[in-house]
């Protein structure tokens, strides 16, 4: 079934043109990602079909039976309700319908009611009905639901009661998300939805869109992500959409086939016009070759040329140097606990880098990784420990807050000012690199993008050329292609790096050491990101197994314990029935002798002659077979 039909849709903001002939399908279960640059129009488009813009031309066509539930970036909810309460108004209509099946078992416990066979009957009838839509409506699922979600998205049972209005806007954006998904719409579409949650959370939540009963139009940043739930991804580029099968991965090998076959394509057409050009120039004067060079003219004025196929929009362009290089040691973090007004985020903090590290600090939201990265910075100063650095290192350090990217000054000063002593021309050339071009440069610093707020910082932090990199979540705010370029950078930097990310795929590239920050202090991986996460994998069989090993090793050792008792019983049930089995045998022996003597008895003269001997006799030895059965019967059974 086709949930959404986008066809032909255009968009201009004033005389820009952001969008044109924009087409894209998406049909019951597909997972489609959009992707494209910083400013291409994805956010646009998402806006658009969930009815929250206008078009200027175009067509989208969706069913109205078909519900549709979209997140915006960072959308927070904003109420005076706790977090059990918010979720629970998903539910309301449920709530509902429970109250009036109370009402209902109240209504048939009444004796005017129940002994009115009519008006019980349909009654009960109704009360029926209603318990079967409440149950295939999720009424019996929905607590649970909501518990799984919020604990998924980091919001534990003893949060529930935690009032929204008190929590961080990231924090708030994940509760938006859940409350969306707990919506279960037909449709759902998520514009960046994996800021602001850390690996756990983020692999929690591949996990369930990836069993997710309905569609899924989503905008992402986050590679891994990509590659594990899409299996469609539209690029917005040049105003324009294309589509391609599989997921981030295939997209990438099939966008460099499709561009290399294009251009082969477009080269050959190239090379075939200018021969014909050439030979219409050479010839069209001669009379003797005028009508071929007139033929060739026909030709290719008939020809439908191939118009150059659009390779990629300009990528920012840099690498960083380093003035000198550092000694071996860089850093030493010893025992270290940070935080604020005399509270400890973290503890126990032992940290060691040497020159060329490339490491990544890694944990769950709140741990302390921000705060740990502004005391080795010396913004924050430690509450317990030391951090002591090695020789001749100098720190360029990169605030996710771009904290004090705020100035009204213009992007070329903003820049210029911290390197006075670099020409006017250098400076606009670095700002050139990092896509400020013409005009751009005369922007007001704080009307500027997330984005291009990130782009000028990295620009400051490449002409500072520091041997320490310190970056708290450098890739946040850039599109895919600007994170690649970044990778590559600090891959071929020739000093020390130290960051925090949530993205995998870039902690996969650049990191050669994991060092995961919990609540009993940091344990270092020596690895990238998957080998990190196998250690984890492995240390977490380990734990699992120990669990099952402990309980059945108490198990065995009380079985073997068991077993000598029950083999000590055993013997002496054996011995037992061999003392009763020789008795047996004994008794039945003496009990056949005395039957033996007794029918001898019987024929004698004297005793067959005389009636009551005989009957005397007679009795004695039935008594002695009954005897004897007995026996026969104890030693059969003791012989099994």
């Given at each position: 079934?086709?949930?959404?039909?986008?066809?032909?849709?255009?968009?201009?903001?004033?005389?820009?043109?952001?969008?044109?002939?924009?087409?894209?399908?998406?049909?019951a279960?597909?997972?489609?990602?959009?992707?494209?640059?910083?400013?291409?129009?994805?956010?646009?488009?998402?806006?658009?079909?969930?009815?929250?813009?206008?078009?200027n031309?175009?067509?989208?066509?969706?069913?109205?039976?078909?519900?549709?539930?979209?997140?915006a970036?960072?959308?927070?909810?904003?109420?005076?309700?706790?977090?059990?309460?918010?979720?629970?108004?998903?539910?309301?209509?449920?709530?509902?319908?429970?109250?009036?099946?109370?009402?209902?078992?109240?209504?048939?416990?009444?004796?005017?009611?129940?002994?009115n066979?009519e008006?019980?009957?349909?009654?009960?009838?109704?009360y029926?009905?209603?318990?079967?839509?409440?149950?295939?409506?999720?009424?019996?699922?929905?607590?649970?639901?909501?518990?799984?979600?919020?604990?998924?998205?980091?919001?534990?049972?003893?949060?529930?009661?935690?009032?929204?209005?008190?929590?961080?806007?990231?924090?708030?954006?994940?509760?938006?998300?859940?409350?969306?998904?707990?919506?279960?719409?037909?449709?759902?579409?998520?514009?960046?939805p994996?800021?602001?949650?850390?690996?756990?959370?983020?692999?929690?939540?591949?996990?369930?869109?990836q069993?997710?009963?309905?569609?899924?139009?989503?905008v992402s940043?986050?590679r891994?992500?990509?590659?594990?739930?899409?299996?469609?991804?539209?690029e917005?580029?040049?105003?324009?959409?294309?589509?391609?099968?599989?997921?981030?991965?295939?997209?990438?090998?099939q966008?460099?086939?499709?561009?290399?076959?294009?251009?082969?394509?477009?080269?050959?057409?190239?090379?075939?016009?200018?021969?014909?050009?050439?030979?219409?120039?050479?010839?069209?004067?001669?009379?003797?070759?005028?009508?071929?060079?007139?033929?060739?003219?026909?030709?290719?004025?008939?020809?439908?040329?191939?118009?150059?196929?659009?390779?990629?929009?300009?990528?920012?362009?840099?690498h960083f140097?380093i003035?000198?290089?550092?000694?071996?040691?860089?850093?030493?973090?010893?025992?270290?606990?940070?935080?604020?007004?005399?509270?400890?985020?973290?503890?126990?903090?032992?940290m060691?880098?040497?020159?060329?590290d490339?490491?990544?600090?890694?944990?769950?939201?709140?741990?302390?990784?921000?705060?740990?990265?502004?005391?080795?910075?010396?913004?924050?100063?430690?509450?317990?420990?030391?951090?002591?650095?090695?020789?001749?290192v100098?720190?360029?350090?990169?605030?996710?807050?771009?904290?004090?990217?705020?100035?009204?000054?213009?992007?070329?000063?903003?820049?210029?000012?911290?390197?006075?002593?670099?020409?006017?021309?250098?400076?606009?050339?670095?700002?050139?690199?990092?896509?400020?071009?013409?005009?751009?440069?005369?922007?007001?610093?704080?009307?500027?993008?997330?984005?291009e707020?990130?782009?000028?910082?990295?620009a400051?932090?490449?002409?500072?050329?520091?041997?320490?990199?310190?970056?708290?979540?450098?890739?946040?705010?850039?599109?895919?292609s600007s994170?690649?370029?970044?990778?590559?950078?600090?891959?071929?930097?020739?000093?020390?790096?130290?960051?925090?990310?949530?993205?995998?795929?870039?902690?996969?590239?650049?990191?050669?050491?994991?060092?995961?920050?919990?609540?009993?202090?940091?344990?270092?991986?020596?690895?990238?990101?998957?080998?990190?996460?196998?250690?984890?994998?492995?240390?977490?069989e380990?734990?699992?197994?120990?669990?099952?090993?402990?309980?059945?090793?108490?198990?065995?050792?009380?079985?073997?314990?068991?077993?000598?008792?029950?083999?000590?019983?055993?013997?002496?049930?054996?011995?037992?029935r061999?003392?009763?089995?020789?008795?047996?045998?004994e008794?039945?022996?003496?009990?056949?002798?005395?039957?033996?003597v007794?029918?001898?008895?019987?024929?004698?003269?004297?005793?067959?002659?005389?009636?009551?001997?005989?009957?005397?006799?007679?009795?004695?030895?039935?008594?002695?077979?009954?005897?004897?059965?007995?026996?026969?019967t104890?030693?059969?059974?003791?012989?099994?």
């Amino acid at each position: 079934m086709i949930l959404l039909q986008v066809n032909g849709l255009t968009k201009l903001f004033g005389a820009d043109v952001i969008l044109s002939n924009i087409k894209l399908e998406v049909q019951a279960r597909d997972r489609v990602a959009l992707v494209g640059r910083n400013g291409a129009g994805k956010s646009t488009l998402l806006k658009i079909i969930a009815g929250e813009l206008s078009h200027n031309g175009g067509e989208i066509i969706k069913p109205k039976e078909v519900s549709v539930g979209y997140l915006a970036q960072n959308t927070g909810l904003e109420t005076s309700l706790t977090i059990g309460e918010e979720m629970l108004t998903v539910f309301a209509h449920l709530q509902d319908m429970e109250r009036t099946i109370r009402k209902m078992e109240q209504e048939m416990g009444k004796e005017e009611v129940f002994t009115n066979e009519e008006r019980y009957n349909k009654l009960l009838a109704e009360y029926d009905r209603l318990q079967q839509d409440y149950k295939d409506q999720g009424g019996y699922q929905y607590e649970a639901d909501i518990r799984s979600i919020l604990t998924g998205l980091g919001f534990p049972a003893p949060t529930h009661n935690t009032y929204i209005s008190t929590l961080s806007g990231g924090q708030k954006t994940r509760l938006a998300l859940g409350k969306l998904l707990l919506t279960k719409p037909d449709l759902l579409i998520l514009d960046e939805p994996t800021n602001h949650l850390d690996i756990e959370t983020l692999t929690w939540l591949e996990q369930y869109l990836q069993g997710y009963p309905g569609a899924i139009l989503i905008v992402s940043h986050d590679r891994y992500f990509l590659d594990r739930l899409v299996t469609q991804v539209y690029e917005i580029s040049n105003t324009q959409s294309k589509r391609y099968t599989g997921n981030y991965s295939k997209y990438l090998e099939q966008k460099d086939a499709w561009y290399e076959q294009e251009m082969k394509r477009y080269e050959k057409q190239q090379d075939e016009v200018a021969k014909l050009q050439d030979f219409v120039q050479r010839n069209i004067a001669r009379a003797s070759t005028t009508k071929r060079a007139q033929s060739r003219r026909k030709q290719l004025d008939r020809m439908e040329l191939i118009a150059r196929p659009l390779g990629d929009e300009k990528s920012a362009s840099f690498h960083f140097d380093i003035e000198r290089q550092s000694g071996n040691d860089v850093l030493q973090v010893t025992d270290v606990a940070v935080g604020y007004d005399e509270s400890a985020v973290i503890k126990h903090v032992h940290m060691y880098l040497t020159r060329g590290d490339s490491t990544a600090l890694v944990g769950p939201n709140g741990i302390g990784k921000s705060t740990l990265l502004k005391a080795i910075v010396q913004k924050l100063d430690p509450l317990h420990g030391k951090i002591s650095f090695g020789s001749n290192v100098s720190i360029g350090y990169y605030d996710q807050q771009q904290a004090n990217l705020t100035s009204s000054k213009r992007v070329l000063d903003e820049l210029w000012d911290e390197f006075p002593l670099n020409p006017e021309k250098e400076i606009r050339t670095v700002l050139g690199n990092f896509l400020f071009s013409g005009d751009d440069v005369l922007k007001p610093v704080s009307s500027l993008s997330g984005g291009e707020k990130a782009r000028l910082a990295l620009a400051k932090l490449m002409m500072q050329k520091c041997n320490v990199l310190i970056l708290d979540e450098p890739t946040n705010h850039l599109d895919l292609s600007s994170k690649e370029i970044l990778e590559n950078a600090l891959i071929d930097f020739p000093g020390t790096i130290l960051f925090v990310s949530h993205d995998r795929y870039f902690i996969n590239r650049v990191a050669t050491k994991v060092v995961e920050l919990s609540s009993n202090g940091a344990t270092e991986y020596l690895g990238d990101y998957d080998y990190y996460m196998e250690k984890k994998a492995e240390i977490l069989e380990r734990a699992q197994l120990e669990q099952i090993i402990q309980p059945v090793q108490k198990s065995e050792e009380a079985a073997e314990k068991r077993n000598y008792q029950e083999d000590k019983e055993r013997k002496k049930l054996e011995r037992q029935r061999a003392r009763k089995l020789e008795e047996l045998e004994e008794l039945i022996m003496e009990l056949e002798e005395k039957i033996a003597v007794l029918e001898e008895q019987l024929c004698l003269p004297e005793v067959y002659q005389d009636y009551e001997k005989v009957q005397s006799i007679n009795l004695e030895k039935q008594s002695l077979h009954d005897q004897l059965d007995a026996c026969m019967t104890q030693w059969e059974e003791l012989q099994i």
